[in-house]
């Protein structure tokens, strides 16, 4: 995988560094984001339909979420580090 660099530090995924820790992330439109369920993430990427934008802030990552939110989290993302 890439290395995904991020600077939301309030993110459970986020590592000093402004690296991302998650094993997969799903970056789609804001609209769907909003739309779908904390359950659809990157493990369900194939599930998602295109989504297409005209700039850079209509999109966001789906997969972040407070750190702190513990065993609250239903992404099924792992953390790396
Ligand atoms: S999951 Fe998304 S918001 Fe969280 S650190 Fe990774 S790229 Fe940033």
């Given at each position: 995988m890439s290395n995904?660099?991020?600077?939301?530090?309030?993110?459970?995924?986020?590592?000093?560094?402004?690296?991302?820790?998650a094993n997969e992330i799903m970056v789609t439109s804001d609209n769907l984001a909003a739309e779908r369920?904390?359950?659809?993430?990157?493990?369900?990427?194939?599930?998602?339909p295109t989504t297409p934008v005209d700039d850079c802030m209509a999109t966001c990552c789906k997969t972040f979420v407070r750190k702190?939110?513990?065993d609250e989290r239903l992404d099924g993302v792992k953390k790396t580090t």
């Open positions: 995904i660099y991020c600077s939301v530090n309030t993110c459970h995924y986020w590592d000093k560094g402004n690296i991302c820790a369920p904390d359950t659809l993430d990157a493990p369900n990427h194939a599930q998602f702190g939110s513990g």
